[in-house]
Nanobody, 126 residues
Framework: HVQLVESGGGSVQAGGSLRLTCVYS????????LGWFRQAPEKEREGIAA???????TYSDSVKGRFTISKYSAKRTLFLQLNNLQPEDTGMYYC?????????????????????WGQGTQVTVS
């Protein structure tokens, strides 16, 4: 069955690091591009990082240079390394799986719309 299970969130001080993990189970009959979304308090969920079938990664301006997305496809695991965390990074983090070739081909994390959602993992930076 389909599932996305995020983990690795926590509370850190500014400048700290965390590594988020998403173990996913997705239908195998169509390709997906994978990504991470973030939802800050009282704000809409936004795409911040994406990784495509060819391994290319893209980031929103707000996290570029600080966050790194990667995947271990054999283990169906997606990662997000968060470095130099700042208070504005506080929020719930969700992994995403988008099956739309059109949206995936934009190369923009903000263009992704996830077919499924997990429960998310909370990151709090003080």
């Amino acid at each position: 069955h389909v599932q996305l299970v995020e983990s690795g969130g926590g509370s850190v001080q500014a400048g700290g690091s965390l590594r988020l993990t998403c173990v996913y189970s997705l239908p195998t009959w169509k390709p997906y591009c994978l990504g991470w979304f973030r939802q800050a308090p009282e704000k809409e969920r936004e795409g911040i990082a994406a990784i495509y079938s060819d391994g290319i990664t893209t980031y929103s301006d707000s996290v570029k240079g600080r966050f790194t997305i990667s995947k271990y496809s054999a283990k169906r695991t997606l990662f997000l390394q968060l470095n130099n965390l700042q208070p504005e990074d506080t929020g719930m983090y969700y992994c995403a799986a988008d099956s739309s070739p059109d949206r995936c081909s934009t190369g923009l994390p903000s263009a992704l719309v996830s077919d499924y959602w997990g429960q998310g993992t909370q990151v709090t930076v003080s």
